[in-house]
């Protein structure tokens, strides 16, 4: 199995699985079966992948003023227009659809950087700080001009 296809898997196993929480959580998603749970993650991937920058570049002034949060809207919307595609998958409202994509995208993060699928990297460090860097005063005797 090539990693491309390795590193598609797993994300689309996270992706699903804060889906699932999501459904659990939120009282206004849910699925009738797993197969829609995975049709529904699938194409919210493919919705992802390629709609979403495009509609993030359409609201780059609505993102630089709220400072980043109305991607919680595009991401609801996301979800929305999948529980609208998918038969079944639904979700009935769209308040349903941004706490559960709130929750879609805290519950990725943890995995994504968990399993080390995603672009962001937690590392947690024990013991002693690293040493300061050396004072670094060699002017090698030369002048020293300050402007």
Sequence with gaps: MSFKLKTFLLRWLNNTVAVFVAAYLVKGIHYDD?????????????LNTFL??????????LLIFTLGLFTLVINALL?????????????DSFWSAFWGALIISIISILLNSLTG?????ME???G?????????HDDDGGPVIDV
Excluded: C, Q
């Design 52 to 61: 979403r920058p495009f509609l993030m570049l359409v609201s780059l002034p």
């Design 117 to 121: 699928t995603g672009n962001s990297r």
């Design 79 to 91: 979800l929305y227009w999948v529980g609208a595609l998918v038969k079944s998958f639904h979700v």
């Design 128 to 136: 002693a700080p690293p040493p300061p860097p050396p004072n670094r």
């Design 124 to 126: 947690v460090r024990r």
């Design 34 to 46: 797993v197969g829609g749970l995975l049709v529904a993650t699938f194409i919210l991937g493919i």
